[in-house]
C-alpha cells in the first residue's frame, strides 16, 4: 500500500464573491510522479500555491504527511520542495557556493546531504563552474538540487521544463523518474507539454474551471498497460459493413472495445494487428471500405474532457 504523501481535502478559494477553486479533493503518493493539468485560468496555479502556502485558502485543508497546512504550517511545509518556472540562482557564485548559501538558511543540511542532491541530479562535473556559463537545462536540475536539500517528502516542479531543448527536456525527465523511484519522493508536475507529462507521469489530474474533471493513471488515458505500450498504441478509424458484425469480430477475436464516430467505427490496438484485424474481417465477408490510423494520445484525451480544441 502507497504511503500518501500530500492529501487535498475539498480545497476552496474565493477571491470576492468568485470562486476560483470549486472543492478539489485528491491524495498523492509518494514515489508517485503526479501531472497537474489544465488550461489557463483553470486554477492550477492558485491550487500550487495553496498547496504550498504562499496563498491561504478560503476552506478545505491540504494535509502533507498527515500534517495539516492550516494548524501545523511548519511541520508540513518542512515537508515540501518546489520550483516555480525558472529557478533564480546568483551567476557569480558557483553550483557549489549556491547550495552552500541556501543550505546556510535551513538548519541541519550537512556537506553529505550536499553532494547527495548533487549527484541526484548528475552534476558532479559542473558543479565547481559559475551559475552564469550553465545551460537552462543545467540551472534546472541546480534548482532541483537546491529543492532537494532538506530531503523534502513532496517536491513541486510548475513548468520544469520551460525554455528548455528537445535534450534538456529529456534530461529533467530522466532525474524527474529518478527522484521519485530513488528517493520515494512524490513529485507533482504542472505542465503545458502534454507529450512529456504522458512520458514522465504516473498519474494525471485535469482542471478545469477550478474543478476537478479527471484523475486517473497514464495509462488509462491512452489505454495503454504500460507507458512503453501506450507509445506503441494506435487509433484506427474503420469504415466497414456490416458495421455490427465488425464490432462483434473484433470484441471476440481481439477483445477490442469500439465507439462510433460519424459512421465510422473508431478502436485502440498495437499497428502491428492492423493487417491481421483487417484480414479477420475481409474472411468474414465484411465489405472495408477505408482504414485510416492516428496515435492515441492524452492531447486527444485531454481536448475531450475539458471540451476544447486548444491547449491554453
Do not use: W
Amino acid at each position: 500500500m502507497s504511503e500518501v504523501a500530500m492529501e487535498l481535502i475539498d480545497v476552496k478559494k474565493k477571491i470576492g464573491k468568485k470562486e476560483i477553486i470549486k472543492g478539489l479533493s485528491f491524495t498523492i503518493n509518494k514515489g508517485e510522479v503526479f501531472g497537474f493539468i489544465g488550461p489557463n485560468g483553470a486554477g492550477k496555479t492558485t491550487t500550487i500555491r495553496m498547496m504550498v502556502g504562499l496563498m491561504q485558502l478560503t476552506d478545505g485543508d491540504v494535509r502533507i504527511l498527515g500534517k495539516s497546512i492550516k494548524t501545523e504550517f511548519k511541520e508540513a511545509i518542512r515537508e515540501v520542495g518546489g520550483i516555480v518556472e525558472n529557478p533564480e540562482m546568483y551567476p557569480f557564485m558557483t553550483g557549489m557556493q549556491n547550495l552552500q548559501h541556501y543550505a546556510r538558511m535551513i538548519p541541519g543540511i550537512t556537506k553529505e546531504r550536499i553532494q547527495e542532491a548533487i549527484a541526484l541530479v548528475g552534476l558532479e562535473k559542473p558543479i565547481k563552474e559559475k551559475v552564469g556559463k550553465y545551460s537552462l537545462g543545467m540551472r534546472q536540475r541546480l534548482g532541483i538540487a537546491q529543492a532537494l536539500l532538506h530531503k523534502p517528502s513532496v517536491l513541486i516542479l510548475d513548468e520544469p521544463t520551460n525554455g528548455l531543448d528537445p535534450s534538456g527536456i529529456r534530461e529533467i525527465r530522466q532525474y524527474i523518474r529518478k527522484l521519485a523511484e530513488e528517493e520515494n519522493v512524490a513529485v507533482i508536475i504542472s505542465s503545458h507539454l502534454l507529450s512529456e507529462i504522458e512520458l514522465m507521469c504516473d498519474r494525471i489530474g485535469i482542471i478545469k474551471n477550478g474543478e476537478l474533471v479527471a484523475i486517473q493513471a497514464v495509462n488509462d488515458f491512452t489505454g495503454a498497460e504500460s507507458p512503453e505500450e501506450s507509445k506503441n498504441l494506435i487509433q484506427v478509424q474503420l469504415e466497414a459493413e456490416p458495421q455490427d458484425k465488425a464490432v462483434n469480430l473484433l470484441r471476440e477475436h481481439y477483445e477490442i472495445e469500439v465507439t462510433h464516430a460519424n459512421g465510422t467505427l473508431v478502436f485502440q490496438t498495437e499497428k502491428e494487428k492492423i493487417p491481421a484485424i483487417v484480414q479477420t474481417l475481409v474472411q468474414h465477408d465484411l465489405a472495408i471500405y477505408q482504414v485510416s490510423t492516428a496515435k492515441a494520445t492524452l492531447e486527444d484525451k485531454f481536448l475531450d474532457l475539458i471540451g476544447e480544441n486548444r491547449i491554453g
